[in-house]
């Protein structure tokens, strides 16, 4: 097998990701958020699961090849690379006033404790078994439950009222498609294709990785890493279109929903990446692996 054949397949299949994320992912993620009247936080919280269906199918298929130490270096080079694509995107958008938000404050905090734990993984060698899946499963739930609360004690006064100016906005400009429930089921067709097709090229990914390794000497943690840094990309393109469509209202106030949705877009990601989408990898580890 040609080492050069090999890095164009991959090149290849990492690009098929990004026109997916681009022009199939985010667009019928924001339809559908649009025309079920949803918030910025909801419609950052499913962005947050759409988006980490490539790591779920990286992770799944390194895990059965017997590559548990590259998914965890793929989850935690995913949540780094998701954290620095929100804190560049807020700051090239001129958004960081923003940050002072309690809710905001408090989601960071989480994002930042969600790279710190495989971090000490890797670091003290903790071994992969069913102990840490229900750990990680009792931390998913305290997360979400954290990040709901925080949102509802510091969402400020103005804030709801902004929130509920910009539904009231958005219910008048689709209200047309709010008639026809149909368009509904439509866009939630097109999302599941958008995850097969996902599904697809994460397993041609996945080998093409694979063959990178075995063949070429690629270690574990450079495998990991690399998996990590294709799978980040559609986070990147959907925390750009929830600030770039805030921002082009031109007002302060309806920014801020934008960083609220990207927020939740990044927890919501990281928050899966290591607790439910690592449990997963490590159930068919020891199953298959």
Not at 53 to 74: D, H, W
Not at 94 to 105: E, G, R, S, V, W
């Amino acid at each position: 097998m040609n080492l050069t054949i090999e890095i164009a397949k991959f090149t290849l299949l990492s690009l098929g990701i990004v026109i997916i994320a681009k022009y199939l992912l985010v667009p019928v993620l924001r339809k559908i958020s649009q025309i079920l009247n949803l918030g910025p936080k909801a419609s950052g919280n499913i962005a947050g699961f759409a988006t980490s269906v490539p790591e779920l199918l990286t992770v799944a298929f390194s895990a059965a090849a017997g590559f548990i130490g590259t998914s965890v270096y793929n989850i935690l080079s995913s949540n780094v690379i998701n954290s620095i694509q929100y804190i560049f995107s807020i700051y090239l958008n001129k958004n960081q006033k923003f940050l002072n938000n309690k809710a905001i404050k408090i989601d960071l905090i989480l994002v930042l404790v969600t790279i710190l734990i495989p971090i000490g993984l890797l670091t003290f060698h903790i071994s992969m078994d069913t102990n840490i899946v229900i750990i990680f499963v009792l931390l998913l739930a305290l997360f979400y439950y954290i990040n709901y609360n925080a949102h509802k004690l510091y969402l400020e006064k103005e804030d709801k009222e902004i929130l509920q100016e910009e539904i009231e906005e958005e219910k008048k400009e689709y209200r047309f498609k709010r008639k026809n429930k149909k368009m509904v089921i439509l866009y939630w067709i097109y999302l599941i294709l958008i995850a097969i097709s996902l599904y697809v090229i994460g397993e041609l990914l996945s080998a093409s990785l694979t063959n990178l390794s075995n063949l070429f000497g690629l270690p574990e943690f450079l495998l990991g890493i690399l998996l990590g840094v294709i799978t980040s990309i559609p986070e990147l393109i959907t925390f750009i279109e929830a600030q770039r469509k805030e921002k082009q209202k031109r007002n302060d106030e309806a920014n801020k929903l934008g960083v609220i949705e990207a927020t939740n877009n990044l927890l919501t990601s990281n928050i899966l990446n290591i607790f439910a989408i690592q449990s997963l990898g490590i159930i068919i580890y020891t199953i298959f692996g």
